[in-house]
């Protein structure tokens, strides 16, 4: 892990006017400077970045965040890799703290060794017509296996031989090239079609086989090595990535030939899990470079089951703004088959129709298509939601689908506040306070992140309970005050996947609006006044509904009847 106190000092150093420009050239617009969006095709520019805020904000996507966070979008990096990019720029070194520090990292060799590897089962591939017929029968092009560095491992034990001087040297294992065990070394991949697997920045790290004929397994992996985790890697993404950000969406298949046969018919956005079921790091990794996923199955119940695995890992990396679809194909087919024989604008009619949104997935699989009719199955509905909703990372749509949970379910009075995550009764007993007072409390927030020094002029316990928005207003609060001294880019990089996230980047998004006529400052003050004036008549309504008043309470109720609002 990286230093929290290195990533606040280099976004300090660090100017996203700069970071931005070298990448995507950007004109002057008043206070602010601004292009058309990296993100999504537009004639008009609506890309907006501010150097006062160390923000970029796009108008018509949604796409915001830091020099860190744009470097991450733009250039499909990891949260360490975009550090590390930008330190190198800054001229300063990058720290790990400790526990980190003793980890070793791959040395370049190991890289080498792989593309070495994968030169050569290319050659291989040439050289046998078996494969080549193989692949020709799936449709696949010479064009597309070049593309996709497809190749061919022979059949022979020992074939890699011819790849390396040394056959023996201990690298070959480290990196899962070969295989060493009481009967001596031999390749892992033997006649197979082999997939190089590529990290984000086209090295190398692995590789997938598939079986020609017939033999088990289908599909074999490289194993867990100093390059590779099937955890964290996602195959095809760095040959899709363009189109990814071009689309603005990304189709999660569940095996390489059909990421590959996607591509040969022109739906090149597609990607694939490593045949493992997709994880929190896959979903953080695919939301990063596309706002919208559709996890792609067979409607089996094979396939079923891992479209829930997948929601289970995804509900803990989706932020608002980001949506993500689940599409079940008909019964025997697969995307491979479906594109052959149907055609891409098939395919793409099938998402823009069929795919089933994150929320209504989620609602229907707990709750059934109608009402549960007993107690009981309410109940189970209940435990099995809870876990569920309590990993949902995206506020706001945490908020809706808890809501219509709970409507599908007729769960009204204590049960159903609890589940909303309201305090039973809605609170404080009253009616919901009108508009205006989520309207104070928002741009409240919206001021102290754009001012994060502000925060200590804000006194807490003048936030009413009850309020809408009252809860996440003090819970940002306490929070602020742990972050003294930080820029806005800085607190969006510290609330870096937690709950926070979300929040953070729509408020500062929301701030980007403000015209260059918006006096902050005043803003602040008058907001700061109705806050208190708001809790001030709230604490006098309390106090005098009771019969009797303690004589600290009577102080009190005549001191706040005598005062102003500030």
């Known amino acids: 892990m990286i230093p929290q106190d290195f990533v606040d000092a280099l976004l300090a150093r660090l100017d996203i006017v700069d970071v931005i420009d070298r990448r995507v050239p950007l004109k002057k617009a008043g206070q602010n400077y601004q292009a058309c969006c990296p993100f ?17 904000h796009c108008f018509g996507c949604g796409a915001h965040g830091s020099a860190i966070g744009f470097l991450m979008a733009y250039e499909g990096l990891g949260f360490v890799e975009a550090v590390e990019v930008l330190a190198a720029d800054a001229g300063l070194a990058v720290p790990q703290e400790q526990g980190a520090r003793n980890r070793p990292r791959p040395a370049a060799d190991l890289y ?32 597309i296996a070049a593309r996709y560095g497809l190749g061919y491992a022979p059949a022979a034990y020992e074939a890699l031989a011819g790849a390396f001087a040394d056959y023996q040297r201990a690298e070959l294992g480290t990196i899962g090239l070969v295989i060493d065990d009481e009967r001596g070394r031999r390749d892992r991949f033997r006649d197979r ?15 997938g086989g598939r079986v020609l004929d017939r033999g088990e397994p289908k599909y074999l992996n490289s194993p867990e090595t100093p390059l590779f985790s099937k955890g964290s890697e996602i195959y095809g993404l760095f040959e899709a990535k363009a189109a990814i950000r071009e689309k603005n969406r990304v189709l999660v298949t569940e095996g390489y030939m059909d990421t590959v046969a996607l591509a040969q018919f022109g739906a090149n956005y597609a990607v694939a899990t490593l045949g493992t079921a997709t994880t929190s790091t896959h ?41 993500v679809f689940f599409l079940f194909l008909p019964e025997g087919e697969d995307p491979d088959s479906y594109v052959r024989t149907r055609g891409v604008a098939a395919l793409e009619a099938l998402l823009d129709k069929e795919a089933v949104p994150l929320s209504v997935y989620l609602v229907k699989e707990l709750a059934g298509e109608g009402m549960p009719q007993t107690a009981e199955a309410r109940a189970r509905v209940l435990k099995q939601a809870k876990p569920l909703l309590a990993k949902l990372a995206a506020p706001y749509l945490g908020r809706l689908v808890k809501k219509e949970l709970s409507q599908r379910l007729g769960l009204g009075g204590p049960e159903g506040d609890r589940l909303l995550g309201r305090a039973p009764g809605g609170g404080s007993g009253r009616q919901a306070a009108s508009p205006p007072t989520q309207i104070l409390y928002r741009q409240l927030a919206r001021l102290l992140v754009s001012e994060p020094s502000w925060v200590q002029q804000v006194d807490v316990a003048q936030v009413v309970e009850g309020e809408p928005y009252a ?19 800085a607190l969006l990089e510290a609330a870096r996947e937690t709950p926070l996230e979300g929040e953070l980047q729509a408020l500062l998004g929301e701030a980007m609006e403000w015209g260059e006529t918006f006096d902050v400052a005043e803003e602040f003050a008058g907001a700061r006044r109705q806050m208190y004036d708001l809790w001030r008549r709230r604490r006098i309504e309390a106090l005098s509904a009771k019969a009797v008043l303690s004589e600290e309470e009577g102080r009190e109720l005549l001191e706040l009847l005598r005062s102003a609002p500030i």
């Open 40 to 56: 999504h095709q537009e004639k008009t520019p609506s890309f907006t970045v501010s150097p006062t805020k160390q923000f970029y």
């Open 112 to 143: 080498d060794l792989m593309g070495q590897a994968a030169r050569f089962y290319r050659e291989q591939l040439k050289a046998s017509p078996r494969a080549i017929q193989y692949l020709q029968k799936r449709g696949l092009t010479g064009e």
């Open 193 to 207: 079609i082999m997939f190089p697997i590529r990290d984000i920045k086209g090295r190398i790290v692995g590789f």
């Open 283 to 323: 979903a953080r990794i695919l939301l990063r470079h596309a706002d919208r996923v559709y996890y792609c199955f067979d409607g089996d119940n094979a396939g079923r089951k891992a479209a829930w695995r997948a929601l289970e890992n995804t509900l803990e990396a989706l932020t608002d703004g980001k949506e």
């Open 471 to 489: 809860d996440r207003l003090a819970q940002l609060l306490g929070w602020l005050r742990d972050q003294a001294g930080m820029s806005p880019a």
